[in-house]
């Protein structure tokens, strides 16, 4: 059956500190893989899409890549304003309808 | 630009009960989707509608349906509610009604059933 893992459930960092966060998928025909970022009690707000492996994009402090098996969300120097869950989720060619989520990464930034 | 609409944003039904729930997608966006998001758990899929037709439908109960109407906006309706069934509803919109644009996400239902 299709999977989205996400790793770790929680992270905890210091301002300034930074960290990565890990989606993997075992999946057939990915057609993308979407990041998203939730803030509590709204709905998920678009980042990134990937399509390929190696591909990378970048937007302010956050940085995603991709590989045949996973993900990376890496995010670097941290504010606290970068607190929130963390979102991905694969479309496949085969029902490419639908996204299927990971549990989310919940991303906490003290400063 | 107004994003995704959804109403009401929070709503508290009785075990048995029906609920129905609206979203207006983006403008010239022709795709709906509701997604059904537990707390502490990513969103699962329940349905697409693209141009008023189901394009797919997730693992859900029959008590689930929804409809698109002629301006593309969208209602689900959930009869017979279950306690299990409190959750953050969620609608998204894309252009087409494949997912190679991205969804664009509203901010959600958040519905309670006691």
């Known amino acids: 059956e299709d999977q989205v893992t996400q790793s770790p459930e929680a992270l905890r960092l210091q301002e300034g500190e930074s960290s990565s966060l890990n989606c993997s998928y075992t999946?057939?025909?990915?057609?993308?893989l979407f990041w998203y970022r939730q803030d509590p009690g709204k709905g998920p707000e678009f980042l990134f899409t990937?399509?390929?492996a190696g591909e990378e994009k970048e937007k302010e402090r956050l940085k995603a890549t991709l590989t045949k098996k996973e993900s990376f969300l890496h995010i670097t120097a941290p504010k606290p304003e970068d607190s929130a869950t963390y979102l991905c989720?694969?479309?496949?060619?085969?029902?490419?309808?639908?996204?299927?989520f990971g549990a989310g990464t919940t991303v906490t930034v003290r400063a | 630009d107004a994003g995704v609409t959804q109403s009401p944003t929070h709503l508290i039904k009785t075990r048995g009960q029906h609920v129905t729930l609206r979203c207006s997608p983006i403008?010239?966006?022709?795709?709906v989707s509701w997604y059904q998001q537990v707390l502490g758990q990513g969103p699962q899929f329940i349905f697409q509608y693209y141009e008023k037709e189901e394009r797919g439908r997730g693992n859900f109960p029959d008590r689930f349906s929804a409809r698109q109407f002629p301006n593309y906006s969208s209602e689900l309706n959930v009869n017979a509610l279950l306690l299990g069934d409190s959750a953050l509803y969620l609608c998204a919109s894309s252009l087409a009604g494949t997912g190679i644009y991205g969804y664009t996400f509203g901010s959600g239902t958040r519905l309670t059933v006691v």
């Open positions: 990937l399509y390929s």
């Open positions: 999946v057939s025909g990915l057609r993308g």
């Open positions: 403008s010239g966006h022709k795709s």
């Open positions: 989720a694969v479309s496949l060619s085969s029902n490419d309808y639908k996204l299927s």
